[in-house]
Antibody
Framework: QVQLVQSGAEVRKPGASMKVSCKAS????????IHWVRQAPGQGLEWMAM????????TYAQKLPGKFTLSRDTSTSTVYLEVSRLNSEDTAVYFC???????????WGQGTLVTVSS | DIVMTQSPDSLAVSLGERATINCKSS????????????VVWYQQKPGQPPKLLIY???TRESGVPDRFSGSGSGTDFTLTISSLQAEDVAVYYC?????????FGQGTKLEIK
């Protein structure tokens, strides 16, 4: 069965960077786009970015250019999200999610809580 | 960016009654190549990731109870729960995947009256 397993919770200081991983299994990794969505405490969902694991092509929300970087390792079926220049507004649960055949996000990771605090 | 605006922000409905959540997009999200409106509905319960309910505005995901239905076209879309069950208490989000960024609505919190 399709599974997306994310790395554990992170605590970072303002100005630092952090990298979250999302390991996929149960399907052919390069066949489906992976998206990242974040959710600040008590808030709604925010779409951040997506990657085509086959080509490595990425698309980002333009609101914060250069803030997010996606990469993938096809040998381990893992997608990475790096967030730079962390500030308190980046405190959130970060989810990876895989598209279904209809492009909707049908499979989700468990979420990774990132806390930015001095 | 396409803005998705949900209404209401919160909703209280009696068990067994109908719940209706609306979502309005700031521009049309119809894909001629897919011949469908690119709108999805998700359900999120506390501490869990979102769950896909409806895609292409009106197609129910496999395994989703048939009391959930989606409708609409153009810029106006609706999620309807025909007979509210206790387990339907959650926050519901619409999302467009017509163009990047794939924006979400702000969410509608559904509670039992």
């Amino acid at each position: 069965q399709v599974q997306l397993v994310q790395s554990g919770a992170e605590v970072r200081k303002p100005g630092a960077s952090m990298k979250v991983s999302c390991k996929a299994s149960g399907y052919i990794f390069i066949d489906y786009f992976i998206h990242w969505v974040r959710q600040a405490p008590g808030q709604g969902l925010e779409w951040m970015a997506m990657i085509n694991p086959r080509t490595g092509t990425t698309t980002y929300a333009q609101k914060l250019p250069g803030k997010f970087t996606l990469s993938r390792d096809t040998s381990t079926s893992t997608v990475y999200l790096e967030v730079s220049r962390l500030n308190s507004e980046d405190t959130a649960v970060y989810f990876c999610a895989r598209e279904t055949d209809t492009t909707a996000l049908g499979y989700w990771g468990q979420g990774t809580l990132v806390t930015v605090s001095s | 960016d396409i803005v998705m605006t949900q209404s209401p922000d919160s909703l209280a409905v009696s068990l067994g009654e109908r719940a209706t959540i609306n979502c309005k997009s700031s521009q049309r999200v119809f894909s001629s190549s897919l011949n469908n409106d690119c709108v999805v509905w998700y359900q999120q319960k506390p501490g869990q990731p979102p769950k896909l309910l409806i895609y292409w505005a009106s197609t129910r995901e496999s395994g989703v109870p048939d009391r959930f239905s989606g409708s609409g076209s153009g810029t106006d879309f609706t999620l309807t729960i025909s007979s509210l069950q206790a387990e339907d208490v959650a926050v519901y989000y619409c999302q467009q995947y017509y163009s990047s960024p794939h924006t979400f609505g702000q969410g509608t919190k559904l509670e039992i009256k």
